[in-house]
Structures are given as C-alpha cells and as structure tokens.
C-alpha cells in the first residue's frame, strides 16, 4: 500500500535525510497513523494544558500506539528534557 501523504525527498531533503537516519521512529509515525485511521488509538489534546493541536510523543518507539499527546510546545519541551536527561 502507498502512501500518499508521504513528503516528496526532493522537495523536503532535510526530513528525507532524517527518515534514513531513524527508521524506527519512521516506522513508529507510520504505524501510529495507520492506527489513528483504523481508528485504534484517538489523537487527543495536549496531556499538559489541553490544547486540542496535539502531536504524539512516542516514549517508546517500539510500542507505537503507546504515545503521550503534547502541543508543539510542550512536545518541544518532552524532547529537550529528554536530551538533557541524556536519551
Ligand atoms: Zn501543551
Ligand atoms: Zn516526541
């Protein structure tokens, strides 16, 4: 199956480049998105301050629908603690 919201690799080099660099969390994304739409898992508002435009944040990227919904700041936020923590 082809997907069809996949980002041209011409147009987007940065994300392709990323795409080769992390390909589980590629595959975790894409897993989540088929489960959002077989309607497995429900996309949700920010688990910190309720923002209805909330992005999944994946703790584990081998369990992809076990996520935390986080806006994009407090997403952001997730990632640079995870960083300083050292993972
Ligand atoms: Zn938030
Ligand atoms: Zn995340």
Redesign the pocket.
Known sequence: MSDQNEPNPAKFPAQAKWRSDNPEKVWAQRALRSAIKAGLVRQQPCHVCGDPDA????HDYSKPADVVW?CRKH?KA??RQLRAEGC
């Not at 992005?55 to 994946?58: K, M, P, V």
């Open positions: 992005e999944a944040h994946h986080l997403h997730a990632h």
